[in-house]
């Protein structure tokens, strides 16, 4: 399976993106697509994931502003993200698995495709 993103770029603290993934092909019958990001000189981390059956989860410091989203007829997975902060300037990379719970924060367990660049000015 291969993953495209896209919906990254510029945009001002407070503002909104959308960012969207396309999987080539169905991952399986049971898998979870995540979003991760790295910013510069750090490693990559947790941001959000969906799972089979349309169970979400986010890291701390994104739930509440950001929001996941599928669409299964269209391998598509979205992250929509609002009242953008400086900090959240990264590349993201959507990923797609089948961690068990316990580590789907861990982007070991994930394919990745490209990322794209979300820079936020302050």
């Known amino acids: 399976v291969q993953l495209q993103a896209f919906g990254g770029g510029l945009v001002q603290a407070g503002g909104s993106l959308r960012l969207s993934c396309t999987a080539s092909?169905?991952?399986?019958?049971?898998?979870?697509m995540g979003w991760f990001r790295q910013a510069p000189g750090k490693e990559r981390e947790f941001v959000a994931a969906?799972?089979?059956?349309?169970?979400?989860y986010y890291s701390d410091s994104v739930k509440e502003r950001f929001a996941i989203s599928g669409d299964s007829a269209k391998n598509t997975v979205y992250l929509q993200m609002n009242s953008l902060k400086y900090e959240d300037t990264a590349v993201y990379y959507c990923?797609?698995?089948?961690?068990?719970?316990?580590?789907?924060?861990?982007?070991?367990?994930?394919?990745w495709g490209q990322g794209t660049l979300v820079t936020v000015s302050s």
């Open positions: 990923g797609v698995g089948n961690p068990i719970l316990s580590a789907m924060r861990d982007p070991q367990h994930y394919s």
């Open positions: 092909g169905r991952p399986g019958s049971r898998y979870t």
């Open positions: 969906i799972r089979t059956g349309g169970y979400t």
